[in-house]
Structure formats: C-alpha cells, structure tokens
C-alpha cells in the first residue's frame, strides 16, 4: 500500500464529457445472483465499468465524479491493515461481449476484460467482508485517472510509453449482490502487458508458460519487486514474493535470486515506476530453480 499512497501526489488528467457510445445498459442477472425468480431478466445499468476503460479518452467519464457501476467480479483483495486499522485496496472486473467495444484487454475470443483498482473502499454494510468471486456494485466515491509522467521525470528512467494512465475508483462504497462468480483470467505475454498500455492495467492475467527473473536493482529491491526478463516486475502489492514453501524468490541479505524462473504467473496488472505483476499469493505462480 506504500507504493499506492504516492498516486495521490500526482496530478488527475481531465478527461472529456461522460459518454458511452457502445451498447453496454443491461446485463442479465445470474441465476445465483440475489433472487433467482429474476433469472435472466435484463437489469437496468446507470453506468458499466467499460464506461471508464473505453479506447478514447474523451469518452470517458470526467475524472472527480462519483462512481455508479453494477456487477462486477471482485478479483484481488489487499487484506494488508493500513495504520488507521483499514483493509487496503480492492480489485474488480467485467467481461465485454460486444464486438464494437475496442477498450480493455482482449481475450483470444475476441471479448474484452476491463479491471479496476477500488482504493481505499467502504463495504455495505460497514464492516461486511469481501471475497475474490464475489459479485458487487460500486457506488460514490470518485473516479481518478493519473497521469505517470512525474514516475519519469530526472534523475529517474524515462518513461517507455505514451498515453498509459492509471485509473481508480477512489473512496467508493463496495455491496455484496452476489457470490461465487470465477473472475475470467486473461492469458498474456510480458510484451502484450507493457504494450497494452492501460488496457491491462487493473486486469487479472496470467503468463503461460516459464519466464525467466533478473537480480533486481537497488530501487527495485527497496521495493520488494523483482523484475522479470522483458521489462515487467513482480510486486509485493498482494503476497509475498515466495514459493509455496515460504522460500522468497529473493535474498535480500545474500543479494541473491534463489529462484531463477517462474512458471504460469497468475496476478493483477498495475503500473508505477514501470508495468507491473501482482501476484495475488505465493498459489499464483510456480517457482523454478
């Protein structure tokens, strides 16, 4: 959660007017899902989490207005306790059927996956308790773009990339309306990710196959990240940097990798100081000598 509280430093970029020109107003209900007399019947939508994650900018709804979306799968949940005794961040998606719809990360079928990151959410009920499947509605709060720009600016990196922002919906209220969804992972390569700019950003992906780690410099180090061979960094947001063991992939003390692969990385798409992999427990990749 350290790294997330300097985005608040940065400065939103102001988008255009709220418009939403794909047809995204209804989804059926899942038989599941609250009252299963109301199976299939077609519910009414003020806004969708597509609405947010659109390819042009300027349809996009005016960042510092509240949030109103309806059904989305929660994906990862930051359980870290922040110093005033809050839970941390949470993460949420929806799936895209619409084949005019040209935002958010494709999937191999041609639907499209959008994700966002919830900061610093209430639960609805007060202290109600989340779970990754859990189906729910998102209300109030704000909603953020930053602009990473300042993440480049001398003496560090410059920055590989052009109009990547990151998007959040910040201090909204989260309600459970239903349960045991499986959030939809969208397999990826580490090129696809830093390519896709903020398309994938705030997605669940997954990294088929193995790829290989590098000794992470001083600044990634500091920040308990380590960087896969490509350009992407593994980061400690969700769980720790370990195989299902308890051995970290890093020695930190020996400056040292003990691990030199990993396999079928599972994690949430992020961005600052570089694209990022937050894997959501030592479960979501296999670790390799």
């Known amino acids: ?27 059926p209900r899942r038989c599941d899902e609250i009252d299963p007399n109301v199976c299939n019947t077609p519910v009414a939508q003020r806004e969708r989490l597509a609405t947010y994650r659109q390819a042009d900018l300027a349809a996009r709804p005016r ?22 005794g809050d839970t941390g961040d949470i993460w949420v998606q929806e799936v ?4 005019m719809f040209n935002g958010c990360a494709p999937m191999p079928d041609g639907r499209r996956v959008c994700g966002v990151q919830l900061f610093a959410p209430s639960t609805i009920p007060t202290g109600a308790t989340l779970l990754v499947g859990d189906l729910v509605t998102v209300t109030g709060g704000s909603y953020d773009e930053f602009n990473c720009t300042p993440c480049c600016a001398p003496p560090r990196p410059p920055c590989t990339f052009t109009d990547r922002t990151l998007p959040e919906f910040s201090r909204a209220g989260v309600e459970r309306v ?19 700019g903020d398309r994938y950003v705030g997605v669940l992906v997954r990294i088929e196959g193995e790829v290989m780690l590098e000794t992470p410099s001083s600044g ?3 920040r308990g990240e380590i960087r896969i061979v490509g350009g992407l960094n593994l980061a400690p ?15 930190a003390a020996a400056r040292r990798l003990n691990f030199t692969r990993v396999r079928n990385v599972t994690g949430i798409v ?3 100081f570089g694209p990022k992999l937050f894997p959501r427990s030592p479960e979501d990749f296999e670790a390799l000598p």
């Open 96 to 99: 895209i059927n619409d084949p």
């Open 237 to 251: 947001q969700l769980g720790p940097l370990q195989d299902r063991t308890g051995r970290p992939l890093y020695d």
């Open 178 to 196: 239903g349960t045991g969804v499986q959030p939809i992972v969208v397999p990826a390569t580490v090129q696809q990710i830093i390519d896709g």
């Open 270 to 272: 992020s961005y600052f």
């Open 1 to 27: 959660m350290a790294l997330h509280r300097n985005f608040i430093a940065l400065a939103p970029l102001i988008v255009g007017a709220l418009s939403c020109s794909t047809p995204l107003d209804t989804l």
């Open 220 to 222: 990634d180090a500091n």
């Open 63 to 84: 960042p510092g207005g509240p949030v109103a979306v309806s059904n989305v799968v929660v994906t990862a949940i930051d359980d870290h306790l922040e110093a005033r």
